[in-house]
């Protein structure tokens, strides 16, 4: 019996023991009415994200303000399980969550992401939601916005040793036809196989996921057919404000010989690594590329990169890039009018020139193979922020003539010879408004306005009129009225 009274009396000294610390720690919360959690905002913005695919996630701070810690009763999505967002408290992922504390004068992260689903709309669309949170019998609330839009997804179905992941979105053959209703999101490479041909409606934008590009395979064609106010995009998938400068971001458009000419007309390919790399696998077909009125910038690697392929451009702009604007390599033909190759590339050192060219190629044991060059720059502009931006190396074993017209060049060579260099503009800073930005267009000081000659392009990339005095370029000038 004492034996029993013993254990007795010790289970009523535990009882009674465990309410007591239970109650001085309940005590240890603030528990007033009036004692809230603060919040780094009242409202969790997202910018347009693609259905489907999620987003990046945002965070928001959750703060006790309090001299003593403070138990929030209830996080939870307002709309549930329903909810297209999804929240991680403390590690834990899910839609609502309980007792939740958090110590005197300290904050805690809230994780939010966002998963859209498909729709049948081209215009984004607002979807929203709240955290609602319920502490001290007060209940408080953060908006959740998003910025939804559904898109054509195009995803690498094709697997083979050496290639990059890929799918054919023409086959042989083929032609097919890219609408402006809603825009193409590319993960891995989208292929135009041999003798099909993409056509890419005015207006249509193409997001590019990391590491994937187009790519138009020998005898394929592609037809990007923007206009003055509905050019064609082509950038990467990541819509954040913070992306929208960020170099490198997919890989590239990569164009082989075609059976009839490739074409960009009012393009924009911004944010790759290389903008646009054509060049010939085996013979060429006698084609070309056709590149007008496009704008290729902020390229990680090169703007353009040719190799023995033949080009026609007028109006364009090869801006910032970290190595070349343009790199011309293996011989070929080009033709250059009023195109501006602008780099002033802020994110590292470049150590190449703006515009470079040669007429070989050399393998891993020094064998050098030799193509025929032939390239013409009229009314151009080649500068940039280094003291060189001009470079071209010659194998003696085939042809290589060029010719630089009206052309403004920030250069150390040697331009003396009249042949090679007409009536050029050597280190004259052509006073562009905003190089750091891409902005190439003339200041009102330049000395280079009226500096060109008419060679048949009447208008410039803005669709401004040239006059009889044309400005060198892909901008003319026009002062103010």
């Known amino acids: 019996m004492?034996?029993?009274?013993?254990?007795?009396?010790?289970?009523?000294?535990?009882?009674?023991?465990?309410?007591?610390?239970?109650?001085?720690?309940?005590?240890?919360?603030?528990?007033?009415?009036s004692a809230k959690v603060q919040f780094s905002s009242t409202q969790v913005l997202f910018d347009t994200v693609f259905t489907t695919l999620g987003s990046t996630t945002?965070?928001?701070?959750?703060?006790?303000?309090?001299?003593?810690?403070?138990?929030?009763?209830?996080?939870?999505?307002?709309?549930?399980?329903?909810?297209?967002?999804?929240?991680?408290?403390?590690?834990?992922?899910?839609?609502?969550?309980?007792?939740?504390?958090?110590?005197?004068?300290?904050?805690?992260?809230?994780?939010?992401?966002?998963?859209?689903n498909p729709?049948?709309?081209?215009?984004?669309?607002?979807?929203?939601?709240?955290?609602?949170?319920?502490?001290?019998?007060?209940?408080q609330d953060v908006d959740l916005?998003?910025?939804?839009?559904?898109?054509?997804?195009?995803?690498?179905?094709?697997?083979?040793?050496?290639?990059?992941?890929?799918?054919?979105?023409?086959?042989?053959?083929?032609?097919?036809?890219?609408?402006?209703?809603?825009?193409?999101?590319?993960?891995?490479?989208?292929?135009?196989?041999?003798?099909a041909r993409l056509n890419i409606d005015p207006g249509v934008r193409i997001y590019l996921h990391s590491n994937a590009g187009i790519w138009v395979y020998k005898g394929g064609c592609i037809k990007v057919n923007g206009v003055l106010d509905q050019p064609v995009t082509f950038q990467g998938d990541r819509l954040e404000q913070y992306y929208q400068d960020v170099p490198g971001q997919w890989d590239r458009i990569w164009l082989n010989e075609g059976s009839v000419d490739n074409e960009f007309n009012y393009g924009v390919i911004k944010n790759a690594f290389i903008g646009i790399q054509a060049e010939i696998l085996q013979t060429s077909m006698g084609n070309q590329l056709l590149l007008n009125n496009t704008i290729i910038k902020n390229s990680s690697g090169i703007d353009l990169l040719a190799r023995n392929y033949k080009i026609t451009s007028e109006n364009c702009l090869f801006g910032n890039s970290g190595s070349y604007s343009a790199a011309l390599t293996i011989g070929g033909d080009y033709q250059f009018k009023h195109?501006?190759?602008?780099?002033?590339?802020?994110?590292?050192?470049?150590?190449?020139?703006?515009?470079?060219?040669?007429?070989?190629?050399?393998?891993?044991?020094?064998?050098?193979?030799?193509?025929?060059?032939?390239?013409?720059?009229?009314?151009c502009i080649v500068y940039g922020n280094n003291d060189n931006e001009l470079d071209f190396e010659q194998s003696s074993n085939a042809a290589?003539?060029?010719?630089?017209?009206?052309t403004a060049i920030k250069t150390t060579l040697n331009t003396s010879d009249v042949n090679k260099y007409a009536f050029c503009f050597i280190n004259t800073d052509p006073a562009f408004i905003l190089p750091g930005e891409n902005n190439y267009q003339l200041s009102a000081s330049s000395t280079l306005?009226?500096?060109?000659v008419f060679n048949g392009v009447t208008t410039d990339l803005l669709g401004k009129p040239r006059d009889a005095d044309p400005d060198p370029g892909?901008?003319?000038f026009i002062p103010a009225k």
């Open 400 to 406: 290589f003539v060029f010719k630089f017209d009206h």
């Open 119 to 139: 729709t049948s709309q081209n215009l984004p669309m607002l979807v929203t939601d709240s955290i609602v949170f319920e502490t001290n019998g007060n209940t």
């Open 2 to 33: 004492k034996r029993i009274s013993f254990f007795a009396s010790l289970l009523l000294f535990t009882s009674i023991l465990f309410a007591v610390v239970s109650c001085k720690k309940e005590s240890d919360f603030i528990t007033d009415s």
């Open 58 to 116: 945002k965070r928001l701070m959750v703060y006790n303000t309090n001299s003593q810690k403070i138990k929030i009763s209830s996080i939870a999505l307002a709309s549930g399980t329903a909810s297209p967002y999804r929240l991680n408290v403390d590690g834990i992922a899910g839609t609502h969550f309980t007792d939740i504390e958090i110590e005197a004068h300290d904050s805690m992260y809230i994780f939010v992401k966002v998963t859209i």
């Open 449 to 452: 306005i009226n500096a060109a």
């Open 339 to 379: 195109c501006t190759f602008g780099n002033y590339w802020a994110y590292g050192v470049r150590q190449t020139p703006s515009l470079y060219f040669n007429n070989f190629t050399a393998d891993d044991a020094g064998t050098v193979t030799a193509k025929d060059l032939n390239a013409l720059f009229g009314n």
């Open 145 to 195: 916005l998003t910025w939804g839009q559904d898109a054509h997804f195009i995803i690498a179905d094709t697997y083979t040793q050496n290639l990059p992941p890929y799918k054919i979105v023409a086959h042989e053959g083929q032609t097919v036809t890219w609408q402006n209703d809603k825009p193409y999101v590319i993960y891995g490479y989208a292929v135009i196989d041999s003798t």
């Open 474 to 476: 892909c901008y003319e």
